[in-house]
Each structure stands twice: as C-alpha cells, then as structure tokens.
C-alpha cells in the first residue's frame, strides 16, 4: 500500500507470439524472462499483489514459481494478438473484485518483455503518481532519433517530417518516449475511461536507456543478452 490505497500490479503474458514465438518464458540468462520482472513486481515496497494474466499453462507454472499469483486461465477471447490490453486489465480487476472481493484503488501494469525494470522504478512510478496527483504515471526514456531530423519520402525526394530549422543536437530540448515498463493509473481511469494511462493527465518518470528494452524481436532478444552479459561482466 501507499498512503493505504490498495495497490495491483498486473503482468500481462498471453502464450502466443508471432515475431519471437514463446518469448515471456524465453532463457535470458539463467532464468525466462518474465521472472526478471516478476522479481522486480515482488520486491516492490508499495504493491500488495502481482498477478499474472495468461492463456498459457506453462506461462502460468512458471509465473507461480517465481512468486506470481495466477488467478486464473485468460479466456480464449482475450487471447489473441488483437485483443486490446485494457480488457485484458479490466477483466483481471473484475476478477479480482467479484471472486476474491479485493478491490484496488491503483493499477499498475509491467510488461513482461522489459527484464531491466528494477523494483526502485516502480516505486519511483508510484510515488511520483501520488505526489503529482495526476491521473497515470508512465515510464519514459530519451529520445535520440530526433523528429526535427526525420523526413518523409514522397517518390524519390525527402521531405522533412517537422517544418524546423536544422539544428545541432545539443542545440535542441530533451524529448522522451514510453519504454513499455511501467503504467501506472488510478482504477477509476481504467474501468470507466477504458485507458490504460491518461495521456490527458500524466506524470512520466524516467529510465535510462539500457533499461529501457522492450523485447518484441530476435534481435531485441539478443540486445538485452549482450546487456546482461555486460552487467555480469560489471
């Protein structure tokens, strides 16, 4: 808890995968990894429950012994590379208001693809969200790919996707992106406002960018290896 407001983190893990098949439970290291993320959930000062929402058996073995609460088998329908992630996350506080009659005040989602996430960015996440006030909380990371040095193609000529002077990187403000980590918003927003953040009103709390990795492809994959070979390493 947080200022006694019942708190549930959600991790969000359905068993099928087009571009890396199988990759929540994938070997990173010496363990898969959605438990990377399952610890970072656990160690949390301010989450009372981690869940794991799942279609997949053996998602939900692992996710169990890694110290994750399973309440249940996702169903089929929201199982699909479709489905949208809020009613993945409503049907998971459904659940747990109806059959276990425990009804958090705050969500927090943490994707399972994101194994650099640490206990003390979910904290920084919740604690920023109470002590702003605003809706959601999200992590964010810096930008380097510039949007001034974009340029869309029209036939064969470049034409610059912002209408700016060009100028020098350390010339222009520090711009950020959602890393995929951490959402954090008030339950109210995600079961009325069908959001998973309000990006009308939100706070933002930033990582660096080599624990910002979000896995989605191989060579995703082989980027947080070389990371954790490099942290070994260190």
Known sequence: ???????????????????????????????????????????????????????????????????????????????TDTAPVVDVLQHMVRYMQESEGYAPDVHVLVQPTTPFVLSADIDRAIETFFTTGANSCVSVCEVTERPEWMYQLQGSMAVPFVDTPALRGQDLPPLFRLNGAVYVTNVQVLMEKNMVFDNTNCAATIMPPERSVDIDTALDFSLAEQLLSAQGEK
């Open 1 to 79: 808890m947080y200022t006694g407001k019942k708190i549930l983190l959600t991790i969000p893990a359905r068993g099928g995968s087009k571009r890396l098949p199988g990759k929540n439970i994938k070997m990173l290291g010496n363990k898969p990894l959605i438990a990377y993320v399952i610890a970072a959930a656990k160690a949390s000062k301010y989450v009372d429950r981690v869940v794991v929402s799942t279609d997949d058996e053996e998602i939900a073995r692992i996710a169990k012994e890694a110290g994750a609460e399973v309440p249940y088998l996702r169903p089929a329908e929201l199982a």
